[in-house]
């Protein structure tokens, strides 16, 4: 049957188009100064492939993929955001019937998506009345609250609103006989019939609200490139752009490029065009703010903050920034734009000290929660640690602890400053082979430097190596050439060092045709899978719990004796999130008789770090509550009997947590490796 709506009331169309070409020229002046804001930043390549990209988008922007990760957030923002894209191919269908001559509103189809339409509009309202609940009754500790925001908020509501309006006089004028393909209209006819006698007063109310329902529109579309609403275009084409390189693995700065004045960040110009769009993608949903340990230890980093502050420093100083973009585009004499970038630099905040607080750069852990949790990929870390290079390389800015561990790595090869024939004690009475006794292993196992030199750490290599000769694996490991693998001098900002490092590492490793390694230390895993690759040192690295896994599926190794203790395992971020190694260790526990793995309430991708990574291990924490006791806090709640981890740094950190927290009888901290060595058939 036909359905076709007649809008019998409605005249001066030729003003609707008016108002809608204005509408659409303020939008696209607002997205051309959006656009002109990236000319600020330095070139990034990040527009292909294509196709994985536009896969991505359909994952993360169409399907919610991070948004659905908080479930009352999740659910509004898709009642808003479905409901809202179902109102909108409802729109664009009824404008090709009305102006291009198209018959979908004649058919019967039209009478399906009529009430899919009525559903998408309810639900839309539903969502942005949960989302003025979660601002105004809720007030999550994550969200501020500004006008532009309710702006935004009722600006919707009112549209959604008004378009039901329309539809209730309509209906309580002109009843049809698919009416009830439309309840919700028909509620609002219902009313309105029994408030309004008058059939010419509703016309006039319908032809006002149709009027206002469309100015309302239209004024939402010029709003947009101005206001929050922006982030419906800047979240997606950010989503679109996101780091499809090794995300685990830090960009090197090329030492031997004599162009590079200076190193890190210190000005938005060093920033590149995707950095200065983040700011703009950015939603300020508090979710990176709300799962940041330095945050919720009370120290003066927020994510969140960080990348709002370089956005209000970008829009202050946007016109000054663009005019000196300008003039060095019209290729003036290289004094008169020394001239022009000194004047525009002498009337700006220093991004380093008055926009950003240092200690808020060096309150950062590396953990990547952050931008684990952002649903529109805003890349924190890497801003941060552009900004440590600078501090370090260029201005020599390190605490005197920091600076000793970068010394003692520089100076002998390892952070604890000890001798490199020391780096071999812990292997007295365990006949451990080194590369100069056996020079063709199947596997080298990195030590690292934490279980070489650590007295605690040591305990865990020796677990190792009884699990790997247990296993009858052909092993060696380096001896005293092994040096520090570089990732603290990496993260702590000295990139220079890290190369140092792994320029000799990756040489003797070649030097010996090493092809697989494996190691206990996430951070030593990390660098050696995903950076050292960049320096020209390929290998094959595994971290021991993916070795200890292989070993148990493949009955290398048996797990006979029990060990009935409740084990709570923690997720270390630089073997977690970083390289989504999450299961192995688990199915170990799980493995071990009568052993009973429990969770943390933040585990695995929402895992909270341990505080020592991000070149922390070896910086004093003097600002707020240790992040290492507030997880084991966490970890007290289970009564666990064991806190299991695989990180070097963080059973350090969790030892000390306990031992502050004056648990030492009732919960100890182990490495994965030494519960199997404790279950494992021959090895006591």
Not at 347 to 362: F, N, Y
Request: proline residues 3%; contains cysteine; charged residues 20%.
């Amino acid at each position: 049957m036909p359905v076709r709506e007649l809008y019998w009331n409605i005249g001066s169309h030729g003003l609707m188009y008016i108002l809608f070409a204005l509408a659409l020229i303020v939008f696209f002046y607002g997205l051309y100064q959006k656009l002109q804001l990236l000319k600020i930043g330095r070139p990034e390549k990040r527009s292909e492939p294509i196709g994985e990209r536009i896969k991505l988008v359909v994952v993360y922007a169409l399907g919610h993929k991070r948004i659905m990760k908080e479930k009352f957030a999740g659910i509004m923002h898709s009642f808003i955001f479905y409901g809202f894209i179902i109102l909108f191919l409802g729109t664009v269908i009824v404008g090709l019937d009305d102006h291009l001559g198209f018959t979908f509103m004649y058919t019967d189809f039209f009478l399906y998506y009529k009430l899919l339409l009525d559903i998408a509009g309810l639900l839309a309202i539903v969502g942005i009345l949960m989302a003025l609940y979660r601002r105004l009754i809720t007030k999550p500790q994550g969200i501020d609250n500004k006008s532009d925001d309710y702006v935004s908020l009722f600006l919707i509501l009112a549209i959604l609103v008004s378009g039901f309006f329309i539809s209730g006089f309509r209906l309580a004028v002109n009843p049809v006989e698919w009416s009830n393909w439309t309840p919700i209209g028909m509620i609002f006819a219902n009313i309105f019939g029994a408030l309004f006698s008058n059939t010419e007063g509703m016309m006039a109310l319908h032809r006002f609200f149709w009027w206002f329902h469309m100015v309302l529109a239209f004024s939402f579309i010029a709003y947009i490139p101005y206001s929050k609403l922006f982030h419906i275009i800047s979240s997606t084409a950010n989503q679109y752009w996101q780091d499809l390189e090794n995300k685990a693995a830090l960009k090197p700065i090329d030492f031997e490029d004599e162009s590079i004045e200076s190193y890190g960040i210190s000005t938005l110009e060093d920033f590149t065009w995707k950095d200065i769009f983040d700011t703009e993608a950015c939603t300020r949903c508090g979710r990176c703010q709300d799962n940041c340990p330095a945050f919720l230890t009370e120290k003066p980093l927020s994510p969140k903050a960080l990348v709002q502050n370089i956005r209000e420093h970008v829009l202050d100083n946007k016109a000054k920034l663009l005019a000196k973009v300008q003039n060095e585009s019209n290729q003036e004499g290289q004094e008169a734009q020394d001239e022009v970038a000194a004047a525009v630099e002498a009337d700006m905040k220093s991004l380093i000290g008055e926009v950003i607080d240092p200690e808020a750069i060096w309150s950062c852990t590396t953990c990547g929660s952050c931008q684990e949790q952002c649903p529109v990929f805003v890349e924190h870390v890497p801003k941060t640690l552009e900004l440590r290079r600078y501090m370090v390389l260029d201005e020599g800015e390190i605490s005197q602890e920091a600076q000793l561990a970068l010394t003692n790595m520089e100076r002998v090869g390892n952070p604890w400053g000890l001798g490199k024939a020391a780096r071999l004690d812990w292997t007295k009475g365990l006949e451990v082979p080194t590369l100069a006794e056996n020079n063709n292993p199947d596997i080298l196992y990195w030590v690292g430097c934490a279980g070489a030199y650590d007295a605690r750490n040591q305990k865990v290599a020796a677990a190792v190596v009884k699990i790997m000769k247990a296993a009858n694996i052909n092993f060696s490991i380096v001896g005293s050439d092994e040096m520090c693998c570089g990732d603290s001098a990496r993260r702590l900002g000295n990139e220079y060092l890290y190369q140092s490092l792994t320029q000799g590492n990756i040489e003797l490793l070649k030097e010996y045709g090493i092809k697989k390694i494996v190691t206990h230390c996430p951070h030593c895993f990390n660098a050696l899978k995903n950076e050292y690759p960049q320096m020209g040192g390929d290998f094959e690295v595994v971290h021991h719990s993916q070795l200890i896994n292989e070993l148990i599926n493949r009955d290398a190794i048996k797990l006979t004796d029990s060990v009935p203790n409740k084990m709570i395992y923690h997720d270390s971020c630089y073997l977690g999130r970083y390289n989504n190694v999450y299961e192995e260790p688990r199915n170990i526990i799980n493995s071990i008789p009568e052993a009973t793995l429990v969770e943390f309430e933040r585990n695995q991708g929402k895992s909270f770090c341990c505080g020592a990574g991000g070149g922390r291990m070896w910086m004093e924490e003097t600002v707020g509550k240790r992040i290492n006791e507030t997880r084991v806090e966490q970890a007290l709640t289970t009564n666990a009997d064991y806190l299991i981890t695989g990180c070097p740094f963080c059973l350090t950190m969790m030892d000390d947590g306990i031992k502050a927290k004056e648990q030492g009888e009732k919960m100890f901290a182990k490495d994965i490796a030494e519960v199997v060595s404790v279950s494992m058939q021959k090895v006591k």
